[in-house]
């Protein structure tokens, strides 16, 4: 009886699969077209995010190298701008990539 019962539940499955073949090959094709489409504003949107992020870091740190360049060691200075630098040139080339990438 389990036997006979396994073989039925094998077609059905077997059968179930075959209904649903075509539907799966248009999801795909729907993936395939629709995914691109949606990935690529967050792709931009997310270097777009770095991007201020870095050069919001960058004029912070710069900023307060400015107003304390007076107190702080001239190690410090040296060691906030070149941060504040790195930082820019992050956020600036994050920023070209959001553009070049939202272009394509």
């Known amino acids: 009886m389990a036997r006979a019962a396994g073989r039925m539940a094998g077609r059905f499955a077997k059968k179930q699969a075959k209904d649903w073949a075509p539907a799966a090959k248009q999801s795909s094709a729907f993936v395939k077209h629709v995914l691109p ?11 777009e995010i770095l ?3 870095f050069l919001a870091l960058a004029a912070v740190v710069g900023w307060q190298a400015w107003r304390k360049a007076d107190t702080l060691p001239t190690v410090e200075i ?14 600036v080339s994050s920023y070209l990539k959001a553009r070049r990438i939202s272009r394509s």
């Open 37 to 47: 489409a949606t990935v690529k504003p967050f792709h931009a949107l997310w270097h």
């Open 51 to 53: 991007a201020f992020c």
């Open 78 to 91: 040296v060691f906030g701008v070149v941060f504040a630098v790195v930082s820019a040139g992050y956020g």
